[in-house]
């Protein structure tokens, strides 16, 4: 079992940052792909980015493409959705997950409680 624990979100203005991070319990952190989703309010919940076990791969929905990075530190079991140029469409709560290196959120074995990112105009 891995539970998936995410910090860093919070109110933020247009062309700001945010730094996302998640931390999973367990030794296994370094056997999962980590992959970040969002939810807004409405919507159903969408990709954003997915980084493999190893951190060799790595791939983003075309809407944060250019603006998101997605990182890991395996020594540290965290992984980081670092956010820059902030727009409101970027509003949603954000999830990270544990499972293979894909994009579909079906695909995932463990998330974690999400945390709520706003950008205001």
């Known amino acids: 079992q891995v539970q998936l624990v995410e910090s860093g979100g919070g109110l933020v203005q247009t062309g700001g940052s945010l730094r996302l991070s998640c931390a999973p319990s367990?030794?296994?952190?370094?056997?999962?792909?980590m992959g970040w989703f969002r939810q807004a309010p409405g919507k159903e919940r969408e990709f954003v980015a997915v980084?493999?076990?190893?951190?060799?791969?790595?791939y983003y929905a075309d809407a944060v493409k250019g603006r998101f990075t997605i990182s890991r530190d395996n020594a540290k079991n965290t992984v980081y959705l670092q956010m820059n140029s902030l727009q409101p469409e970027d509003t949603a709560v954000y999830f990270c997950?544990?499972?293979?290196?894909?994009?579909?959120?079906?695909?995932?074995?463990?998330w974690g409680q999400g945390t709520q990112v706003t950008v205001t105009s």
């Open positions: 367990g030794r296994t952190f370094g056997t999962y792909a």
């Open positions: 980084i493999s076990r190893g951190a060799y791969v790595t």
């Open positions: 997950a544990a499972g293979p290196t894909a994009t579909r959120s079906q695909s995932y074995d463990y």
